[in-house]
């Protein structure tokens, strides 16, 4: 993070800070108490307990992908067990860095230094390292194949793979390939070219946004007009909040200097909502109404005309038909057709994803997704197999913070049925997004399967709170890194 915006924030929390009769020093504690209570410190006040509780339990786990849900999964395990029989399947040297950051990273606030951490300083002691990608997978003998040939049994595997970026299903960056966050993306790089177009979906595309941003920041700047325009996906996605997250601090950026007037900024949601808690959708609205935003909903962005700067969306919407005399209503007649939007800078949220290894095996579904008991998170056909993490096929998990409720409850269940037990412990589709509305205001959105706010704290979930930007900014990140990656928090 550069100095002079870190002296700039503090001169600006003390101000904050005076006015409200709280120092700089009583703000950090309380935003370190703030992201332990989200780390589930208060609501979960048995896990450090069950951390430590370990079984005789033997049976050798393999887990495949040593990202955050993999490695997390894997430390935690080793408290439980007083025997682990531990081996992490991941290929990428960097795959533990932290991926929350890249959106920080997208608007200048941080750089890529402040998320890279290697795989290597994160795998828990006595658990077996095979730098390698899984490629074949026989779960009905319980073995699988990695790319450099070599096979591997288990008696228990847990699919932690994540997803992939698929920059290549949009028409005119097919060149890009399939993408992960962390990781070479000079194929991505190069599609995405120098003229306007950036994602924040992979670390090194976040540093290159943070490059396009104020290109056309200093355009409007200097007087001329510039749209920016934010598309979002029509398939499942890591962090639904980002792309929003994205235009707001492109916004907070543009009025820094002083460019905002010269500049429009447009949302294209795939959906019909803003967010799928009514409660959310409608603080967002207002916020969007607030900054003077543009949306449209229900269009997906299907092409990139990159030469001509023009952004081509499959747009949608319903029109009344003839009248229906048995059901007694007028038919809904589904239309769509392509719109041709011009750009000057373009944030694309990616297609996302399985892995083809895993979308096309045994353990993958139709869809790819590896499919589980959502509550249980074991695979709905081989009862020796676990998913978690934003492979698993569960709604609304993909999040870091939704990792955090599931890797208890995996460990938990894993063990119980080592020992031969009934597994008990449920998911019950907790996450959360930290809605970023502007440098220096967050607006915590926490929500499970209830589809209703679910705040951690005694505070109107719905107000945009400064003391989230500190924790988002300070806390969660040495929370997940040193709390979630050593299994205990
Ligand atoms: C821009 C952005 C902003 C985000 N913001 C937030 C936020 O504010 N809050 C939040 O909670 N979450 C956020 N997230 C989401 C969060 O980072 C992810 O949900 C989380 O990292 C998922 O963990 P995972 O282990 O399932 O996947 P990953 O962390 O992606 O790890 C998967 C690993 O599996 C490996 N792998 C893949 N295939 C194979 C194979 N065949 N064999 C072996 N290894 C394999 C990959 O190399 C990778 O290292 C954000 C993500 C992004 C991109």
Redesign the pocket.
């Known amino acids: 993070m550069d100095n002079k915006y870190i002296d700039n924030m503090l001169v600006q929390m003390d101000k904050d800070l005076s006015s409200k009769g709280m120092s700089r020093r009583d703000a950090m504690k309380l935003a370190g108490v703030s992201a332990t209570l989200l780390m589930g410190g208060a609501t979960n006040a048995s896990a450090s307990t069950e951390a430590t509780t370990t079984s005789k339990a033997k049976g050798k786990i393999v887990i495949?992908?040593?990202?955050?849900?993999?490695m997390s999964t894997a430390a935690r395990l080793t408290l439980n067990l007083k025997n682990p029989d531990i081996t992490v399947?991941?290929?990428?040297k960097l795959?533990?860095s932290y991926?929350?950051g890249?959106?920080l990273i997208g608007a200048g606030i941080w750089d890529e230094d402040d998320i890279a951490y290697n795989r290597d300083d994160f795998v828990p002691d006595g658990v077996k390292l095979i730098e390698?990608?899984?490629?074949a997978f026989d779960p009905m003998n319980n073995k699988l194949t990695t790319a450099k040939g070599q096979v591997i049994s288990y008696d228990y595997l847990i699919v932690?793979?994540?997803?992939q970026l698929n920059f290549e299903a949009i028409k005119g960056l097919e060149s890009a390939g399939r993408a992960?966050?962390?990781?070479d993306n000079s194929k991505l790089l190069k599609a995405l070219g120098d003229n306007g177009i950036c994602s924040?979906?992979t670390a090194q595309g976040?540093t290159k946004t943070w490059e396009q941003m104020q290109k056309y920041i200093a355009q409007a700047k200097s007087g001329k007009k510039t749209k920016f325009i934010f598309t979002d996906t029509n398939t499942p996605i890591?962090?639904g909040?980002?792309p929003k997250k994205i235009m707001y601090l492109t916004n907070s950026r543009l009025k820094e200097e002083g460019a905002r007037k010269n500049a429009q900024l447009v949302f294209y949601p795939n959906g019909g909502k803003m967010f799928g808690v009514p409660e959310y959708h409608d603080a967002i609205v207002e916020q969007f109404k607030r900054e003077g935003f543009e949306w449209h909903y229900r269009h997906n962005l299907v092409e990139v005309d990159v030469e001509n700067k023009i952004a081509v969306f499959d747009s949608k919407w319903q029109e009344k038909g003839p009248w229906d005399p048995m059901m007694k209503d007028f038919e809904v007649i589904a239309k769509h057709e392509k719109l041709r939007v011009p750009y000057d800078f373009l944030h694309v949220t990616p297609p996302q994803i399985a892995?083809r290894?895993?979308g096309e095996s045994d353990i993958g579904s139709a869809a790819g997704w590896v499919p589980v008991n959502k509550e249980t998170l074991q695979h709905i056909k081989f009862k020796n197999i676990f998913a978690?993490?934003?492979?698993a096929q569960v709604p609304m998990g993909?999040?870091?913070?939704?990792?955090r409720k599931q890797y208890k409850v995996l460990v938990k269940n894993l063990v119980a049925l080592m020992e031969g037990k009934k597994l008990t412990a449920k998911y019950e589709g907790y996450?959360?997004?930290?809605l970023i509305t502007g440098i220096g205001t967050v607006m915590l959105a926490e929500f499970d399967w209830t589809v209703k706010p679910t705040p951690s704290f005694p505070l109107d979930p719905l107000v945009e709170r400064w003391i989230f930007w500190l924790m988002?900014v300070y806390a969660l990140k040495p929370m997940t890194m040193y709390g979630m990656l050593s299994g205990k928090a």
């Open positions: 495949v992908g040593g990202g955050l849900a993999g399947i991941e290929p990428e795959s533990v991926q929350p890249q959106t390698d990608r899984a490629i932690a793979t994540g997803l992960y966050s962390s990781g924040i979906y976040a890591k962090c909040g980002a892995p290894e895993i978690i993490g934003d492979i993909k999040t870091g913070g939704s990792v996450t959360v997004c930290p988002k």
